[in-house]
Antibody, heavy 119, light 110 residues
Framework: EVQLVESGGGLVQPGGSLRLSCVVS????????MHWVRQAPGKGLVWVSR????????AYADSVKGRFTMSRDNAKNTLYLQMNSLTAEDTAVYYC????????????WGQGTLVTVSS | QSALTQPASVSGSPGQSITISCTGT?????????VSWYQQHPGKAPKLMIY???NRPSGVSDRFSGSKSGNTASLTISGLQAEDEADYYC??????????FGTGTKVTVL
């Protein structure tokens, strides 16, 4: 069964940093594009970033560009999101998700990890 | 554009059909057939329900169907059931913003 498991969330002060991880299993990680999606408490889903199979192409939403860095380690089956200069507006559940092979849609999602930015 | 436009809420009685719209522009929804729909129950991760406008993944009930006309995509749920009560989001590739979600629609089964 395909699994995506996020970790690394927690409470961080404004201006601080946090690194999220997403460990995947039961599929060939290196063959799939991956995404981060976030959801603020009580709000809708917001696309954050995506990375291609070998990490050579990465795109970000304007709201995180310059502050967040997405990366992957195909040998470790792990996806990362380095988040810097965090503000209260970054408080959300962060999901990692897989892009179906050859497609744009997100066919598998992790359970999410909560990031809270507060003093 | 920061998000595709969906109605905030849609409701229906058990057995009825409801349709959720998702309106974008020619740069996203209207420009290609990469629209998908996701169901999200409270406290759970989203689940893919429809991809590439009108295709259903294996295991998704055939009561769910998708379509598109111009810059507006639609998700129809027929034979509404209590378990369909959830939030629904559309999602599209965008030539400007890379990827966009809709604003989300809360479906209530009366």
């Amino acid at each position: 069964e395909v699994q995506l498991v996020e970790s690394g969330g927690g409470l961080v002060q404004p201006g601080g940093s946090l690194r999220l991880s997403c460990v995947v299993s039961e599929f060939t990680f290196s063959s799939y594009w991956m995404h981060w999606v976030r959801q603020a408490p009580g709000k809708g889903l917001v696309w954050v970033s995506r990375i291609n199979t070998d990490g050579s192409s990465i795109a970000y939403a304007d709201s995180v560009k310059g502050r967040f860095t997405m990366s992957r380690d195909n040998a470790k089956n792990t996806l990362y999101l380095q988040m810097n200069s965090l503000t209260a507006e970054d408080t959300a559940v962060y999901y990692c998700a897989r892009s179906a092979s050859g497609g744009i849609y997100l066919d598998y999602w992790g359970q999410g990890t909560l990031v809270t930015v507060s003093s | 554009q920061s998000a595709l436009t969906q109605p905030a809420s849609v409701s229906g009685s058990p057995g009825q059909s409801i349709t959720i719209s998702c309106t974008g522009t020619s740069s996203d929804v209207g420009g290609h057939n990469y629209v998908s729909w996701y169901q999200q129950h409270p406290g759970k991760a989203p689940k893919l329900m429809i991809y590439d406008v009108s295709n259903r993944p294996s295991g998704v009930s055939d009561r769910f169907s998708g379509s598109k006309s111009g810059n507006t995509a639609s998700l129809t749920i027929s034979g509404l059931q209590a378990e369909d009560e959830a939030d629904y989001y559309c999602y599209s590739y965008s030539s400007i913003s890379t990827r966009l979600f809709g604003t989300g629609t809360k479906v209530t089964v009366l």
